[in-house]
């Protein structure tokens, strides 16, 4: 049992002349400057320094007091957190925000510059990886033990540069001038093995096991980074993994004499956590990145069962203390993997193994799509975890086995469930291994979740009714409004108190101030002031000149075909042509924004980012159409630039094909920040829907049960094409080189593959589409209205709070208590 230790003494106190010192104190001690030659960046580290000093005095007294009372802890395993930047979020969590601004400011340094220092930290392609973070600050905030597990990536999410349009990738070394907010943990170091044979034999009982031998070994090394939740009680962590090999790996070389061949190797085996894959679509069988997720599972496995047993030798309380949440199949090998460890190394009986794994782990899953769905050749992972397929093939054999018992002669459907693809090169299927490992499978929105239930799982719900369920996605409101929208979070505390904060329905206080003259003219002022920096942003950074007066259209989120982007730009082209066929007519102006990555080798998302640049090109120097419509690409679409855009975005464009979009999170972020939705009937759209009501939002298009049939009756887009002049007038243009002119075949090929087959329906959406955007421009010429529905969003968007979710997620799947 631990040593009682002496009581924890707060060393720091919180007002500013006690920041002003701390700052030059670690100005001059952490990072070696005085005032003089000090630069902005040195004013950051020392800032940092100073907020995470009061971090770790209240982390330490949270880690005792969980261990005290021996509280089941969360393990949020994820291969993305995209946590983004963290002085002003630590700041305004600890309630510290205005001493330090105040601190700063008295030394006379600029605060906005300072913060703009921060490299932020992108270990995620985008939604999966932006939730886990949402969800971390939830759990700290609501007082779960809850942790993250992830890797500690040497180069994030790559940074995107338009040239002549194209994006171009660049890698990004977020690590080079060091990481303030991260402490290095060279104690906590695991060996993770990999390739070898495995051997059975029988011990001294004449029991058969197994012992995996002959492995390639790398180290996994922790980094934690501190996750305080709002109000300083809780600070949980991040625990991510950091490759470094082994010392007889070296040895082995030096011995030799070959010290070259000793650091290439080394070298070689930490290439493992160097960099995160920036692909969020297809999962081609890479072996890296099968590698990388092992060996965060492996270091994190043997992390959660160490910390478990020092506090109990019992195994079977493992489930009553310990919660695995699987964020998507990346991490599904923790299922192999702990009955490997409590097989085999602890000599657990199989069926004992067995029932503790389940009861411990659950899986989210995020996304429906064939091509993202996670299998991995038969034979590469013999080859990389020989013992962990066997497992698999035991535990698929024995899943089987009951199924067949259950339906006897149903052969079609032990195909169909089966942890082993047969058809053509047998693959593992990640997904099923997820849900036959866990004890509850469950959904990122209503939708989702049933689209889960009737399609790819539809089988396993036959199965096991009840374990699918659904927990709808929520944001943090902490970075999502209060910290990205000063203006809106004084507004709304003036109006129903500081308690929303943590309680995010009590923004329903702001409907009765839905009518009010006054609050209008707030709302309003708020609104144009969060535009007008938008504009001044985008107007020094990009060169365009955006009128405050137009309606900002904003569309910001991973660039995918299913996502629809292209839908926008031929509204835009359409309204182009609109406007050109008649430049005299009164027109609401309009600004549409658009941002998103594209996958390095995702080409058609890259040609999209492309003719996104041209038609703004075109557009944007068209001396007919002046202020009327302006487009803006905004480069490097990451957490910073969001928290830029979601305050200041009017309209927000949630238009993916229904049926596609597992829940969307950024519709959650400008719906609480005063935009209205034009969106279809999906994802977490739906669900918007239901809190803020048709009447506020714009909805259009097929459902996903239309869509569905659609696609089975065979969709010809020719038909929608020939009945629609003005479609048919955007895709001519487009596709004859009206906005390349520099090349006139460029987009052929994407029009072409509109124009045949048209995947995702956008042909039959267009119409209904156009017709939104109508009634989107009536409405923005009725100014009062306007507001009424931006106030009435906000009011009812207390539901999307990461905090429901977590509160959801704790009662029904983790069996812990929240405290709020
Ligand atoms: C293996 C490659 C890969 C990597 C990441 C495939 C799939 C993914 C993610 C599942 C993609 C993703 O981010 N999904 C998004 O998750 C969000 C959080 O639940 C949802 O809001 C989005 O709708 C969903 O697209």
């Known amino acids: 049992m631990r040593r009682v230790g002496p009581p924890v003494v707060r060393l720091l106190d919180d007002d500013v002349e006690s920041i002003r010192y701390s700052l030059a104190s670690h100005l001059l001690y952490s990072v070696g400057k005085d005032p003089v030659n000090a630069t902005a960046r040195d004013w950051f580290m020392a800032a940092a320094y100073t907020v995470r000093d009061r971090v770790s005095e209240r982390w330490m007294p949270t880690l005792n007091r969980y261990y005290d009372q021996d509280q089941k802890r969360v393990y949020y395993m994820s291969m993305e957190f995209l946590i983004g930047r963290t002085l002003s979020n630590a700041m305004i969590s600890l309630g510290i925000y205005d001493q330090v601004k105040t601190a700063i400011e008295e030394m006379n340094l600029d605060f906005d510059e300072i913060v703009g220092w921060e490299v932020e930290a992108a270990l995620g392609n985008g939604g999966l990886g932006r939730l886990a973070a949402c969800l971390l600050d939830s759990m700290a905030s609501l007082d779960v033990a809850g942790f993250g597990y992830g890797i500690r990536y040497d180069y994030g999410m790559f940074t995107q540069h338009v040239e002549h349009g194209w994006q171009v990738e660049s890698p990004e070394n977020w690590l080079r001038y060091g990481n303030p907010w991260e402490f290095p943990r060279p104690g906590v170091i695991y060996p993770v093995r990999f390739g070898g044979r495995v051997v059975h034999y029988k011990d001294v009982l004449g029991q058969t096991r197994a012992q995996w031998m002959d492995t390639e070994e790398v180290m996994a090394m922790a980094y934690d980074v501190p996750v305080p939740g709002y109000g300083g009680k809780t600070v949980n962590h ?390 009327k419509l302006k487009v803006v690409f905004v480069p490097n679409y990451n957490v910073s630039t969001a928290e830029l855009v979601m305050p200041a975005a009017e309209l927000s464009e949630q238009i993916s094909t229904a049926g596609t979009e597992a829940s969307g999170t950024g519709n959650m972020k400008m719906s609480m920040n005063g935009a209205l939705t034009i969106g279809t009937w999906d994802g977490a759209n739906v669900e918007i829907c239901e809190e803020v009501g048709e009447d506020n939002m714009f909805l259009f298009g097929l459902t996903a049960q239309e869509v569905a049939r659609r696609r089975i009756d065979g969709y010809d887009p020719q038909i929608a094409i020939n009945a629609n002049d003005e479609l048919k007038r955007a895709l001519d243009m487009i596709g004859s080189g009206y906005f390349s002119p520099d090349q006139t075949d460029r987009y052929r090929s994407l029009v072409e593959a509109l124009t045949n087959g048209d995947t995702y329906l956008l042909t039959a959406d267009y119409p209904l589409y156009i017709a939104a955007q109508e009634r989107v421009d009536a409405l923005y010429r009725d100014p009062d209205e306007w507001t009424r529905k931006a106030i009435l969003n906000v009011a009812r968007m207390g539901k999307f709070s990461s905090d429901r979710t977590v509160a959801e997620y704790a009662r029904d799947i983790w069996g812990v208590a929240t405290n709020n």
Request: aromatic share 8%.
């Open 238 to 627: 991040l625990r991510l993994w950091s490759a470094k090999s082994t010392r007889e790996f070296d040895l082995k070389y030096f011995n030799a004499g070959n010290y070259i061949e000793a650091v290439r190797d080394k070298n070689e085996s930490e290439t493992l956590s160097k960099v995160l894959y920036p692909s969020d679509i297809t999962s081609r069988g890479k072996e890296l990145r099968f590698k990388q997720e092992y060996f965060f599972v492996a270091a994190s496995i043997q992390d959660i069962l160490a910390r478990f047993r020092k506090a109990h030798s019992d195994w079977n309380k493992l489930p009553e203390r310990v919660a695995v949440q699987l964020n998507d199949t990346h991490p599904a090998l923790v299922v192999a993997e702990l009955m490997r460890v409590l097989v085999d190394e602890h000599h657990l009986e199989w069926n004992h193994a067995w029932d503790l794994t389940r009861r411990s782990c659950a899986y989210t899953n995020h996304t429906l799509l064939p091509e993202a769905l996670e299998t991995w050749p038969v034979d590469m992972f013999e080859r990389i975890l020989p013992r962990h397929l066997e497992i698999i093939f035991r535990i698929n054999h024995e899943f089987l086995q009951e199924v067949r018992h259950r339906h006897p002669g149903d052969s079609d459907l032990l195909r169909r469930v089966s942890l082993v693809g047969e058809d053509g090169e047998r693959r593992v299927r990640m997904a099923h291994l997820a849900v036959v490992g866990s004890h509850k499978v469950n959904g990122v929105a209503a939708i989702h979740t049933g689209l889960m239930k009737s399609t790819i799982f539809s089988d396993f719900e036959h199965l096991s009714p009840g374990k699918i369920n659904n927990k709808t996605n929520g944001v943090t409101p902490r970075r999502w409004v209060l910290a990205a929208n000063p203006g809106l979070s004084k507004l709304i505390t003036e109006a129903v108190g500081e308690g929303w904060v943590t309680h995010l329905d009590r923004l329903k206080g702001l409907e009765k101030l839905a009518d009010d003259k006054d609050f209008h003219a707030r709302f309003a002022a708020v609104k144009r002031a969060n535009k007008q920096h938008l504009a001044q942003v985008i107007g020094q950074r990009l060169g365009v000149d955006v009128s405050v007066d137009s309606l900002f259209d904003v569309q910001i989120k991973r660039i995918h075909e299913y996502k629809r982007q292209l839908l926008n730009v031929l509204h835009v082209v359409t309204r182009y042509a609109r406007i050109r066929a008649n430049p005299t007519v009164d027109v609401v102006p309009r600004t549409v924004i658009i941002g998103g990555k594209a996958a390095p080798g995702y080409i058609l998302a890259k040609l999209i980012i492309k003719l996104i640049n041209d038609v703004a090109d075109v557009v944007n120097n068209d001396p007919l159409v002046g202020d």
